[in-house]
């Protein structure tokens, strides 16, 4: 079964850091670029971070550049995402979503609160 | 604000049809494929068309999608009580270099 799992959300104060995984099991995982998508309470989709299947070009939302560092492991089938300088404008639900002509398969999403 | 712009909501009987309409410019819609994707509260969303008018398998013909300049509808007809969502359209913006979505809208069966 193709599958996307993410952990790692918390409760964390304005400044704080995080960091979120995302494990892919079902399919080759090197084959697909894995993007970061986030909604916000009551809120819409915001598209969040990608990047190359080699690891090589990142792609960030303005709202986080400089603050939010997306990674994968190819061997561990797995993408992060490090979240730093916390705001609480980031407190949303974080999917991780396979891009296969538009994201066709979505993780459950984990929740991140940033709140003192 | 977002990129793409939608209506906060459509709204019609059992059995009629409701078109959500989604706006961009040349450097996202323009220049992309449009996806549409469904998402019922408390749940992950769900791709429902994709490269403009395709469906995935099962995905029902009563949903439809269309494209024109920097512009796409998607279309819902034979309206059922299961199609309450909220429903999004996405893409490519290669200006931004960065995924955008509409701000959804939410569909209502009276």
């Known amino acids: 079964e193709v599958q996307l799992v993410e952990s790692g959300g918390d409760l964390v104060q304005p400044g704080g850091s995080l960091r979120l995984s995302c494990a892919a099991s079902g399919f080759t995982f090197t084959s697909h670029i894995i993007s970061w998508v986030r909604q916000a309470p009551g809120r819409g989709l915001e598209w969040v971070a990608n990047?190359?299947?080699?690891?090589?070009?990142?792609y960030y939302v303005d709202s986080v550049k400089g603050r939010f560092t997306i990674s994968r492991d190819n061997a561990k089938n797995s993408l992060y995402l490090q979240m730093n300088s916390l705001r609480a404008e980031d407190t949303a639900v974080y999917y991780c979503a396979r891009e296969e002509n538009g994201f066709d398969v979505w993780g459950q999403g984990t929740m991140v609160t940033v709140s003192p | 604000q977002s990129v793409l712009t939608q209506p906060p909501s459509v709204s019609a009987a059992p059995g009629q049809k409701v078109t959500i309409s989604c706006s961009g410019s040349?450097?996202?819609?323009?220049?992309?494929?449009v996806f549409w994707y469904q998402q019922f509260p408390g749940t992950s969303p769900k791709r429902l068309i994709y490269?403009?008018?395709k469906r995935p398998s099962g995905v029902p013909d009563r949903f439809s999608g269309s494209k024109s300049g920097t512009s796409a509808t998607l279309g819902i007809t034979g309206l059922q009580t299961g199609d309450e969502a909220d429903y999004y359209c996405g893409t490519w913006d290669n200006s931004l270099s960065a995924g955008v979505f509409g701000g959804g809208t939410k569909v209502t069966v009276l």
């Open positions: 990047m190359r299947q080699d690891g090589g070009d990142k």
């Open positions: 040349s450097s996202n819609i323009g220049s992309n494929y």
């Open positions: 490269a403009n008018n």
